[in-house]
T-cell receptor
Framework: DAKTTQPPSMDCAEGRAANLPCNHS???????VYWYRQIHSQGPQYIIHGLKNNETNEMASLIITEDRKSSTLILPHATLRDTAVYYCIVRPHSGGGADGLTFGKGTHLIIQP | DAGVTQSPTHLIKTRGQHVTLRCSPI?????VSWYQQVLGQGPQFIFQYYEKEERGRGNFPDRFSARQFPNYSSELNVNALLLGDSALYLC?????????????FGPGTRLLVL
């Protein structure tokens, strides 16, 4: 799996958009970008994933640069409940395979009231 | 619908002891994975099981073992506990055929080894 680099921590004001960057300069053509988050005292929660097109769901938007070497997770209107550690994971789509996810240290996003 | 459940929530053991952690997957999910999360780090993959067989294993010593039961629940066993085994142990489930990347995690069992 390609290596990812994320800032260790970020602050964002409540109600503003939170933009979390992830660098993955060694990404391969068949590797997807996945985002998970982990709220304190809970297990990780899947957010979104994408290959090369921008993606949006009810939780967030994922913007992947044209060269696919970096991406940004956007929480459009951050709330206090979005305070969590956000993990960017790059790997091939397994289609149900048996290997596990590789988590780094992630970005600790703190939403300020 | 109930999510992934794990028991116990917290546990304290001493070095050299054995521990068993339990996981019940979401109803209908037949694949269960276990992860270890040491304080300040991301979760690290230990095992995946489905159809009662080990299907994947991370870089953990043989002191770690697991099994899956006919109802798809699972146990993680750790023998000869070391101080470094203190961690949050997470269980994740998914339906068979669904991508490994979209897993549903439980709240974890926090193990402290003294």
């Amino acid at each position: 799996d390609a290596k990812t680099t994320q800032p260790p921590s970020m602050d964002c004001a409540e109600g503003r958009a939170a933009n979390l960057p992830c660098n993955h300069s060694t990404i391969s053509g068949n590797e997807y970008v996945y985002w998970y988050r982990q709220i304190h005292s809970q297990g990780p929660q899947y957010i979104i994933h994408g290959l090369k097109n921008n993606e949006t769901n009810e939780m967030a938007s994922l913007i992947i640069t044209e060269d696919r070497k970096s991406s940004t997770l956007i929480l459009p209107h951050a709330t206090l409940r979005d305070t969590a550690v956000y993990y960017c994971i790059v790997r091939p789509h397994s289609g149900g395979g048996a290997d596990g996810l590789t988590f780094g240290k992630g970005t600790h996003l703190i939403i300020q009231p | 619908d109930a999510g992934v459940t794990q028991s116990p929530t917290h546990l304290i053991k001493t070095r050299g002891q054995h521990v068993t952690l339990r996981c019940s997957p979401i109803s209908g999910h037949k694949s269960v994975s276990w992860y270890q999360q040491v304080l300040g780090q991301g979760p690290q993959f230990i095992f995946q099981y489905y159809e009662k067989e080990e299907r994947g294993r991370g870089n953990f010593p043989d002191r770690f073992s697991a099994r899956q039961f006919p109802n798809y629940s699972s146990e993680l066993n750790v023998n000869a506990l070391l101080l470094g085994d203190s961690a949050l142990y997470l269980c994740a489930s998914r339906p068979l055929g669904q991508a490994q990347e979209t897993q549903y995690f439980g709240p974890g069992t926090r193990l402290l080894v003294l």
